[in-house]
């Protein structure tokens, strides 16, 4: 069965360094979302990205966060400089579109800022 | 801002037995409500999806209703296992998407 793919699954860093957090959706699925979910906390919606570019996003998305496509395959999720309060488990998730169709999840990525 | 709650927070019950988990939403301005499991340090797995004009989704021994003009929406889980023990989140889909805290469930052997 198709499935959502995110590398690394563990990812450790300093504070104020860069991290690039990389998914692979399902092929075949248009819309890409970003999702945290702080330890203990709600998961909260992040980014959703569609035909390139970025379609809704909320709050929490400020400039220190970027979405890319960079090929057909991969959508990445950049944090500029990391701050502790960026430890969280980071999902990604795709669905065919926006609205009808049930959004598939990664295994996540637990970023550890330190 | 919407506002998805989730009772109860948690939940213990006896194998075999059926049991209801509850969500309620702030802003009835949806497009869909889905139902999630999460299962300790892994990712979420959708359960069901009810379109803002429907009433109610069947998968197998799950059954998820929704009342959009109340706010509310059900997990109905019939003859629950061990295996359903697990993490459940409701989320609604508005412009942006917000998840409710989740009911952990255990079902004891």
């Known amino acids: 069965e198709p499935e959502v793919t995110q590398t690394p699954s563990h990812q450790v860093t300093q504070m104020g360094q860069e991290v690039i957090l990389r998914c692979v959706p399902i092929s075949n699925h248009l819309y890409f979302y970003w999702y945290r979910q702080i330890l203990g906390q709600k998961v909260e919606f992040l980014v959703s990205f569609y035909n390139n570019e970025i379609s809704e996003k909320s709050e929490i998305f400020d400039d220190q966060f970027s979405v890319e496509r960079p090929d057909g395959s991969n959508f990445t999720l950049k944090i500029r400089s990391t701050k502790l309060e960026d430890s969280a488990m980071y999902f990604c998730a795709s669905s065919v579109v926006l609205a009808k169709n049930i959004q598939y999840f990664g295994a996540g990525t637990r970023l550890s800022v330190l | 801002k919407q506002e998805v709650t989730q009772i109860p927070a948690a939940l213990s019950v006896p194998e075999g037995e059926n049991l209801v988990l509850n969500c309620s939403f702030t802003d009835s301005a949806i497009y869909n409500l889905q139902w999630f499991r999460q299962d300790p340090g892994k990712g979420l797995t959708s359960l069901l999806l009810?379109?803002?004009?429907?009433r109610e989704q069947t998968s197998g021994r799950l059954n998820a209703s929704l009342d959009k003009s109340s706010g509310r929406s059900t997990l109905y889980i019939a003859a629950s296992q061990p295996g359903d023990s697990a993490t459940y989140l409701c989320a609604v889909q508005g412009n942006q998407f917000y998840f409710g805290t989740g009911t952990s469930l255990t079902v004891i052997p």
């Open positions: 009810i379109q803002s004009s429907q």
